[in-house]
């Protein structure tokens, strides 16, 4: 028997999914790529961009037509918004804040159905899915109401996306790569910035025990984790809810770092995302401290123009996120900068676009992600008027990509001659070539068919340069073709 997963959004996301296959792998299932071969369908979805919830409908649409020809179970979790989760208690069989996935067996059980007789003792290729469940007095499913009546679907009763998620981490994940990991450190956002659904997607924030964060950290890297990257909507408010009891961001990073001078072992530690109103020289001054703590900061600046800024309610100003960015420029010289921007938002006028063109030339990001400005219901700002039309969003794109690439270029060309240990990660698209990543995180291509280099630190040599990737030579190749 087995089970298909797809995950759609941010690496939290990815994160999650590794839970999930733990639970379904606990019940006996396989994983497949193949979803033709799958019993049980599910979606780790995300509400924060409408294309990936266009990815969702088109995804059940089909899965829904294939009941008609075999017994299926399918199941959404997730970043959901309220309305999303609306609409798919009409298409999943299952629909559940990804804090009540420790209860999704007897969910399955209760609940998973493709006819309103339940699935306890239905038999799916002749096996009969779950023989026994312990039954809990408490309901474990917080937006679902039993079926009092065959054939109707439940009703909706209020959604609280945080609650049980110390229970979620109890979970130990199945990681997908034996070299690289995810540690979530926190959950939630109370930032409730105008253009977010994160706040209604997965609540306020909560902040994970930092005693287990450090156990699985200690457990990641005795197993040989070479990457291993701290998850959180706002990493560097880690803590503030739990003042007096637990430690503050800074003082987590100092605890890795003085992991890291203990351990015998090669490993970079990352953070995604900060947020600029939290984040403050401390942080800073201790990943220049350590070896371990990856020399790469992701930054998310949003727009370049206060006025934009304000109306996203991100509680900082431009000149704030200019003295970070100068602060890692002195202390941490050698790191990447990364950053997230909206292009379109509400009200977004030629002169605030042109602020924040002329700051992605002033910061000389290594990497932006760049999102053209789309509705979420439920998001302060899906009352406003999306006023700027799609054809400028795309152009405003388009422009700031340019001018992406013409400053990363920079960085990347000074790196050409230089020697440098890179994280090998798997193939490359370009045939007989090996992909890796520099503890900055910029994409190194190598040629090699060696496949046992894969999740190994190598030494390469930059022989060239694009302005989002390198090329090189393997070090010992080098060595080799110099000897003979």
């Given at each position: ?35 033709n071969e799958a019993s049980i369908l599910g979606v780790i979805a ?430 010992e190749q080098l060595i080799s073709q110099t000897a003979s």
């Amino acid at each position: 028997m087995k089970y298909h997963l797809i995950s759609l959004g941010c690496q939290m996301n990815l994160s999650d999914t590794e839970r999930v296959n733990t639970v379904l792998q606990q019940l006996g299932f396989s994983q497949t790529e193949d979803e033709n071969e799958a019993s049980i369908l599910g979606v780790i979805a995300c509400s924060v961009r409408q294309k990936a919830i266009d990815k969702v409908y088109d995804r059940i649409s089909k899965w829904n037509r294939r009941k008609n020809r075999k017994n299926l179970i399918t199941f959404v979790s997730g970043c959901i918004l309220p309305a999303d989760n609306e609409r798919f208690l009409k298409l999943f069989d299952l629909v559940f804040p990804m804090s009540d996935l420790p209860q999704l067996p007897e969910m399955i059980s209760q609940y998973g159905v493709v006819t309103p007789a339940g699935l306890l003792h239905t038999n799916i290729g002749g096996e009969t899915l779950l023989p026994t469940i312990k039954k809990t007095e408490e309901p474990f499913l917080s937006i679902l109401k039993p079926f009092g009546v065959q054939g109707k679907k439940p009703d909706i009763i209020k959604l609280n996306p945080g609650k049980n998620i110390e229970e979620f981490w109890d979970l130990e994940p199945t990681h997908t790569s034996d070299f690289e990991a995810f540690i979530p450190i926190q959950n939630g956002c109370d930032k409730f910035c105008t253009f977010c659904a994160v706040p209604y997607t997965r609540g306020r924030e909560v902040s994970r025990s930092s005693i287990e964060i450090m156990d699985e950290l200690r457990q990641l890297v005795e197993k040989g984790f070479k990457s291993i990257t701290l998850l959180g909507q706002n990493v560097n408010s880690y803590g503030l809810d739990k003042k007096g009891e637990e430690i503050t961001f800074p003082d987590l990073l100092e605890q890795i770092g003085e992991f890291g001078l203990q351990s015998d072992k090669t490993f970079w530690v990352y953070f995604t995302s900060p947020h600029p109103r939290d984040m403050n020289d401390e942080v800073i001054e201790v990943i220049s401290k350590y070896k371990c703590l990856a020399k790469q900061i992701h930054l998310p600046m949003q727009s370049g123009d206060d006025h934009v800024l304000l109306r996203m309610n991100r509680k900082h100003s431009m000149e704030k996120y200019r003295q970070i960015v100068l602060t890692i420029r002195n202390l941490i010289p050698e790191a990447t900068i990364f950053t997230d921007i909206i292009v379109g938002f509400t009200g977004e006028t030629d002169e605030q676009f042109e602020s924040t063109r002329r700051a992605m030339a002033e910061f000389e990001f290594n990497m932006a992600y760049i999102a053209q400005y789309s509705v979420r219901p439920g998001a302060a700002s899906s009352r406003w008027e999306d006023d700027v039309p799609k054809e400028m969003k795309k152009a405003r794109y388009h422009i700031l990509t340019d001018e992406l690439t013409k400053h990363a270029i920079k960085y990347t060309r000074k790196l050409t001659g230089q020697t440098m240990h890179v994280l090998v990660r798997g193939r490359d698209r370009k045939e007989g070539y090996l992909s890796a990543l520099t503890e900055g995180k910029i994409v190194v291509r190598f040629k090699s068919n060696d496949l046992t280099l894969i999740g190994k630190f190598i030494q390469i040599e930059v022989t060239s340069a694009t302005p989002l990737s390198i090329e090189g030579v393997l070090v010992e190749q080098l060595i080799s073709q110099t000897a003979s």
